[in-house]
C-alpha cells in the first residue's frame, strides 16, 4: 500500500434535500396538510424561502436532509478528530478485524499518510519516513508471528505498535445543520492541515447537492468576525475568498 492520499466521495444524500428542509420549515408556520404542502414546495423554487430560513438561524429544519460520505486515503489521526463530532453516523476501517500484515500488502507495508511538512522538506525526508513506515511493519509483522497469528486476538494487540500515519477508511454521515457546523471548526486555517483538506472537499461536493443551505458554509469568519480573537491567521479577506469559489 504505502503513501495514500486523501479521496473523498458523496455516496447518499436524502433525496431533494432542500425541498424535505423547506417542507420541515413551512409545516412549522402552515395549516396545509402534508400533501398540499409536498406539491406545493416541488411547485416553487425555494431558494429565497431557505436563503431566508437560515438567515433567520432557525436551522432544526435542516437537519432533515443527511449527507453521507466515503473516505480514504487519512490517518488515525484524523479519525481521533472527527469521532470528536457526536452528531455524526461513522463506520471504520477495524485495525482488529482487518491485518496490516506485510505478506498482504501490495508493496509489502500498510498504507500510511506522510504529513505536507515533511513532503516540503524533500525527497530525502520522504525517503526517511518511507524507511521508519518499513521498520513499523516489520515490528508489527513480528508481534503478529510472535502472539501466534490467530487473526482477532492477535491483530488487536499487534497494532499497537502502528502509528498515527497509519491510513484509515471510513463512512461518514451528518445532517445539514452539524455540517455546517463542522465546516465552520474544519476549514479554518487554524485546524489541522488534515481534516482541513477534508472538510474543504466535503464541502465542495455537499455544494454540488443542496448549494443555498451550503452557499454561505465555510470558517466562522466567512460571514461575521473571526471567532478565533487573538489567535486569528490574519487572513479573513483571502479566506472569504476563497470559499467564494469552493
Same mark, same amino acid.
Given at each position: 500500500?504505502?503513501?495514500?492520499?486523501?479521496?473523498?466521495?458523496?455516496?447518499?444524500?436524502?433525496?431533494?434535500?432542500?425541498?424535505?428542509?423547506?417542507? %420541515?420549515?413551512?409545516?412549522?408556520?402552515? &395549516?396545509?396538510?402534508? *400533501?398540499? $404542502?409536498?406539491? @406545493?414546495?416541488? +411547485?416553487?423554487?425555494?431558494?429565497?424561502?431557505?436563503?431566508?430560513?437560515?438567515?433567520?438561524?432557525?436551522?432544526?429544519?435542516?437537519?432533515?436532509?443527511?449527507?453521507?460520505?466515503?473516505?480514504?486515503?487519512?490517518?488515525?489521526?484524523?479519525?481521533?478528530?472527527?469521532?470528536?463530532?457526536?452528531?455524526?453516523?461513522?463506520?471504520?476501517?477495524?485495525?482488529?478485524?482487518?491485518?496490516?500484515?506485510?505478506?498482504?500488502?501490495?508493496? %509489502?507495508?500498510?498504507?500510511?499518510?506522510? &504529513?505536507?511538512?515533511? *513532503?516540503? $522538506?524533500?525527497? @530525502?525526508?520522504? +525517503?526517511?519516513?518511507?524507511?521508519?513506515?518499513?521498520?513499523?511493519?516489520?515490528?508489527?509483522?513480528?508481534?503478529?508471528?510472535?502472539?501466534?497469528?490467530?487473526?482477532?486476538?492477535?491483530?488487536?494487540?499487534?497494532?499497537?505498535?502502528?502509528?498515527?500515519?497509519?491510513?484509515?477508511?471510513?463512512?461518514?454521515?451528518?445532517?445539514?445543520?452539524?455540517?455546517?457546523?463542522?465546516?465552520?471548526?474544519?476549514?479554518?486555517?487554524?485546524?489541522?492541515?488534515?481534516?482541513?483538506?477534508?472538510?474543504?472537499?466535503?464541502?465542495? $461536493?455537499?455544494?454540488?447537492?443542496?448549494?443555498?443551505?451550503?452557499?454561505?458554509?465555510?470558517?466562522?469568519?466567512?460571514?461575521?468576525?473571526?471567532?478565533?480573537?487573538?489567535?486569528?491567521?490574519?487572513?479573513?479577506?483571502?479566506?472569504?475568498?476563497?470559499?467564494?469559489?469552493?
Amino acid at each position: 500500500m504505502g503513501v495514500k492520499k486523501l479521496s473523498v466521495s458523496l455516496l447518499k444524500h436524502t433525496p431533494g434535500p432542500e425541498e424535505a428542509i423547506a417542507m %420541515g420549515a413551512k409545516l412549522c408556520y402552515s &395549516p396545509a396538510g402534508l *400533501e398540499e $404542502l409536498k406539491r @406545493g414546495v416541488k +411547485e416553487r423554487d425555494q431558494g429565497t424561502f431557505l436563503a431566508r430560513l437560515i438567515d433567520s438561524g432557525h436551522l432544526s429544519p435542516i437537519e432533515h436532509a443527511s449527507f453521507t460520505f466515503g473516505i480514504e486515503g487519512v490517518s488515525r489521526s484524523l479519525l481521533a478528530q472527527i469521532t470528536r463530532h457526536r452528531i455524526a453516523s461513522f463506520s471504520v476501517k477495524s485495525q482488529r478485524y482487518v491485518s496490516e500484515v506485510s505478506a498482504q500488502n501490495e508493496d %509489502g507495508v500498510f498504507g500510511y499518510i506522510v &504529513p505536507p511538512r515533511i *513532503e516540503a $522538506l524533500g525527497p @530525502g525526508a520522504v +525517503e526517511v519516513f518511507k524507511k521508519q513506515m518499513k521498520q513499523v511493519q516489520e515490528w508489527y509483522d513480528y508481534w503478529v508471528e510472535k502472539l501466534g497469528n490467530h487473526g482477532e486476538p492477535t491483530y488487536e494487540d499487534a497494532r499497537f505498535v502502528l502509528p498515527n500515519a497509519a491510513e484509515t477508511k471510513l463512512l461518514v454521515t451528518m445532517n445539514a445543520r452539524e455540517l455546517l457546523h463542522f465546516f465552520s471548526l474544519r476549514c479554518c486555517n487554524r485546524a489541522q492541515w488534515e481534516i482541513r483538506a477534508l472538510a474543504v472537499e466535503m464541502l465542495r $461536493l455537499v455544494k454540488k447537492a443542496a448549494p443555498v443551505i451550503f452557499r454561505d458554509a465555510g470558517p466562522g469568519c466567512v460571514n461575521g468576525p473571526c471567532p478565533e480573537g487573538k489567535m486569528s491567521c490574519g487572513k479573513i479577506t483571502e479566506v472569504r475568498e476563497q470559499f467564494k469559489n469552493v
